[in-house]
């Protein structure tokens, strides 16, 4: 295949691959993560509970994973769980430092759950969790995972 139609192809390919249209801030309606990862299957299902409940679906961001894959990766390698790193930082501030030009306005944290669907029950189960995954004051979310542990980083734009 070369010429345009070629180019015309390719360029259809890898932007299907990407994993939906990105726009502002690092923002797009998919998950930004590989298709089929727990990670992109617990957005999606935090847009189904928020859908049952007539709420509008979070936009994935980029740089709200980023967050959220580091912290869980720190707290793993670290041996720590808490919201706070051993370094002192919050979410908002491990937000900003991975570029999230917005309003960082909250956090879950998960461990021990081994798919997507028990981390999901366990969050909605918590009112605090289930507040945050259904809060009409965030409007972007980030997720990351690192075995068993988990934390999905909330934003507002």
């Known amino acids: 295949m070369t010429g345009r139609l070629g180019w015309a192809v390719l360029a259809a390919v890898l932007v299907s691959a990407c994993g939906g249209e990105e726009t502002k801030g690092g923002t797009s309606e998919t998950c930004g993560a590989e298709d089929g ?49 051993l370094d002192g930082r919050d979410f908002s501030a491990r937000a900003k430092d991975a570029g999230y030009d917005a309003f960082p306005s909250g956090e879950n944290i ?24 259904l809060s009409a004051d965030h409007s972007e979310i980030g997720v990351g995972l690192d075995g068993v542990t988990w934390v999905q980083v909330f934003g507002q734009r």
């Open 37 to 85: 990862s727990d990670v992109c299957e617990v957005f999606g299902i935090v847009n189904e509970e928020r859908a049952g409940m007539d709420l509008p679906a979070y936009a994935w961001n980029a740089e709200l994973a980023q967050a959220a894959q580091l912290h869980a990766e720190d707290m793993v390698d670290q041996g720590y769980f808490d919201h706070t790193s």
């Open 110 to 133: 998960a461990q021990g759950q081994k798919t997507p669907a028990q981390v999901m029950d366990s969050w909605m189960g918590s009112s605090g969790h289930r507040a945050n995954i």
